[in-house]
């Protein structure tokens, strides 16, 4: 079996006064039988294949990775080991070569159909990757495969990985079937298609053949809306959206709602930002959404009514039944900041005992 993949991306742009000329590996020899493995794990806890129900690192049986090696020779390698793990060995199962750029260490990418090839900028070495603007849903995750990760090792047989990626959750609750969402940024920000980087500075990126300003998540069959906030998560290249976001939501009847905000958000590398939750039925649930930058958060207390009752969405997946007294809540997903969802019935008057990290409180459906 031979694959040639060798310039197959032989396009020319002039780059700090230098051209990328990116090619690809050409795969040679393939051995599913190879006796060859590479260890990997990730560098920090919140690095994540696919986030498990504790928000911790999993990798999942099927993974491919793609590695370059010091001297001019690529590797692909396949985890079989059990979805759900944090870190295992990859088998060697096909081998390859290309014109060393010059790379001071071995890099490898995740997943390896991410990998868009190489070359050097200003004579350092460089690599291309790409954010694809068809994403899957996965429930409780981001879809696999849809973040970028790129691995490095001294050696060749132990790769720490980082993710490359942000990503932007979204809670929907409501009566409908979800087909899709879609995601797009106010200002018209490049939101999928090629880029670049210095292996020397992974976390500064560069677009080289931008491709969509709207990223789409499909939902397969269908994702069942009900009281409760379901989670949707999108992998998004690290961008400032000066002007908002705006989120459609695609129902399986056919009708679409679209909600945006006009302040200025941060996506950051390797963090998770919580959306405030989107109602999309008429509901007699009054909501406020909390944001806050605290490991802990105190809940409010309500009042004014005959006959309370509520729910408190953590936003960190976790809820609680709202009781009569407040409740102190710790966070260990290590996240800079949530939003706390506080759904009621029958109260007219709110208290909050601590202000602590709160830095936006929404009233609107209250």
Not at 44 to 66: A, F, H, K, P, Y
Not at 69 to 94: C, D, E, M, V
Not at 150 to 166: H, L, Q, W
Not at 191 to 216: C, H, R
């Amino acid at each position: 079996m031979k694959r040639h993949f060798l310039f197959a991306l032989a396009i020319f742009m002039s780059v700090a006064c230098a051209q990328l000329e990116p090619a690809l590996p050409e795969q040679e020899e393939t051995s599913v039988e190879s006796n060859d493995k590479i260890y990997v794990t990730i560098e920090d806890e919140s690095t994540r294949v696919q986030l498990n129900s504790r928000l911790q690192t999993v990798w999942n049986r099927g993974d491919v990775i793609m590695s370059l090696s010091p001297g001019g020779n690529a590797y692909w390698w396949i985890f079989n080991g059990n979805t759900g793990a944090r870190n295992g060995q990859l088998t060697k199962y096909a081998s390859g070569s290309f014109e060393d750029p010059g790379l001071d260490k071995h890099y490898a990418v995740y997943p390896d159909s991410a990998f868009q090839g190489y070359g050097t900028v200003g004579g350092l070495p460089a690599l291309l990757t790409s954010l694809p603007d068809v994403q899957h849903y996965e429930a409780g995750s981001y879809g696999i495969g849809s973040n970028i990760m790129i691995g490095t090792s001294d050696d060749g047989t132990e790769y720490k990985f980082r993710n490359i990626s942000a990503f932007l959750r979204i809670n929907l609750t409501g009566s409908k079937k979800v087909a899709g969402i879609s995601l797009k940024g106010n200002a018209s920000e490049t939101m999928a298609g090629i880029y670049y980087f210095l292996v020397t500075d992974i976390n500064n990126y560069k677009w080289y053949q931008p491709s969509n300003t709207e990223l789409y998540l499909n939902c397969g069959d269908g994702v069942q809306l009900n009281d409760d906030p379901t989670a949707f998560y999108f992998s998004v290249m690290p961008v400032t959206f000066s002007k908002g976001i705006t989120v459609t939501v695609y129902f399986a009847d056919g009708t679409q709602i679209s909600k945006s905000t006009s302040r200025t958000i941060e996506m950051e590398r390797n963090a998770i930002l919580p959306m405030a939750t989107i109602a999309t039925d008429n509901s007699s649930w009054d909501i406020i959404e909390v944001e806050h930058t605290s490991d802990t958060f105190t809940s409010p207390v309500f009042s004014g009514g005959t006959s309370l009752a509520g729910f408190i969405y953590w936003g960190d997946g976790s809820q609680t039944v709202l009781g009569n007294a407040p409740e102190e809540y710790v966070y260990w997903d290590n996240q800079p900041s949530h939003t706390v969802l506080l759904k009621t019935e029958g109260a007219s008057a709110v208290e909050f005992p601590s202000m602590e990290g709160i830095t936006e409180i929404n009233f609107s459906n209250f």
